[in-house]
């Protein structure tokens, strides 16, 4: 499998962004996915979630009411609408699959290479 971010860059604080998720060469549908982010000098960390066939939803505390996460998956696609954002979100987005075993989700077996968001004050 597969994944390809995209959507990431420069904004204001208080400015939107969306980032994509392509994915090739599985099942899309049948993946749970999520998004995770990592900031300079911190540990990864869970951003949203949403099972296999999208009836549930999983939000970090620090991004829930701010960010949506949604999925086409004829498109073989998930995105990730930021809205609010902080420069607290300055991070390295990652989509993955993930295991919806723990809480929070963590990461299972396939990652895509990360894109930057870098929010300014």
């Known amino acids: 499998v597969q994944l390809v971010e995209s959507g990431g860059g420069l904004v204001q604080a208080g400015d939107s962004l969306r980032l994509s998720c392509t994915v090739s060469?599985?099942?899309?549908?049948?993946?749970?996915m999520g998004w995770f982010r990592q900031a300079p000098g911190k540990e990864r960390e869970f951003v949203a979630a949403f099972s296999s066939g999208g009836s549930r939803t999983y939000y970090a505390d620090s991004v829930k009411g701010r960010f949506t996460i949604s999925r086409d998956n004829p498109k073989n696609t998930m995105s990730l609408q930021m809205n609010s954002l902080k420069p607290e979100d300055t991070a390295v987005y990652y989509c993955?699959?993930?295991?919806?075993?723990?809480?929070?989700?963590?990461?299972?077996?396939?990652w895509g290479q990360g894109t930057q968001v870098t929010v300014s004050s």
């Open positions: 060469g599985g099942t899309f549908s049948s993946y749970n």
């Open positions: 993955a699959t993930v295991s919806l075993r723990t809480s929070p989700p963590t990461p299972a077996n396939s």
